[in-house]
């Protein structure tokens, strides 16, 4: 493959094989709902990455003629054969965390106490908003043999939430501690 590939192009390339012939819009909607929790990127690129994909003749798109003249994507041979060899390989790249809360937590020696104790509260919040979420689907689709692959990455994602929720509070019981020592 001349063209480099992105992990965006690889999110569009598994979704469309996913789901089958899909439209822009739905492939928003279909990621805002699965990969999206865990692989946050602009929806802009949902819009231009399948046209570019079509380019390198990974997508096929068809058009409606007339209405809304929606274009509907679908995954080539080619394309399969891209997202499966992408798949064989094996990654070795570091787990990516962008936190703005870790960050703030870093930069905390310029904070008052007070604003890193409602940062704690705040993402306990958060977390246990999220944790639900993620029970929630768990048990809509346990019984699903038919998505149970899917559902591995979310086993994934309730494990890092809930080691974040502890994390902060501890934290925040630590904060409290301190504040009540002074």
């Not at 944790?131 to 994602?157: K, N, S």
């Not at 934290?171 to 409290?176: G, I, L, N, W």
Request: glycine content about 6%; some cysteine.
């Amino acid at each position: 493959m001349a063209a480099k590939l992105t992990p965006t192009s690889y999110v569009v390339l598994g979704m469309v094989a996913m789901r089958g012939a899909t439209t822009s819009y739905d492939l928003k909607r279909a990621i805002g709902h699965s990969v999206g929790y865990f692989w946050p990127f602009p929806h802009a690129q949902l819009y231009s990455e399948p046209k570019r994909l079509v380019e390198l003749g990974l997508l096929s798109v068809s058009s409606e003629q007339d209405g809304r003249r929606r274009q509907t994507y679908t995954v080539t041979d080619v394309g399969m054969k891209e997202l499966r060899s992408w798949l064989a390989e094996p990654t070795k790249e570091q787990m990516q965390v962008r936190d703005i809360a870790e960050m703030k937590l870093f930069f905390g020696e310029f904070a008052e106490p007070d604003d890193l104790l409602a940062l704690a509260r705040a993402q306990i919040g958060q977390h246990r908003e999220r944790i639900a979420t993620y029970e929630d689907i768990r048990q809509r689709f346990a019984d699903r043999e038919d998505i149970a692959a899917r559902m591995v990455p979310l086993r994934l994602g309730l494990e890092m939430e809930l080691a974040a929720l502890r994390f902060w509070e501890e934290y925040e019981r630590e904060q409290t501690q301190t504040r009540s020592c002074h």
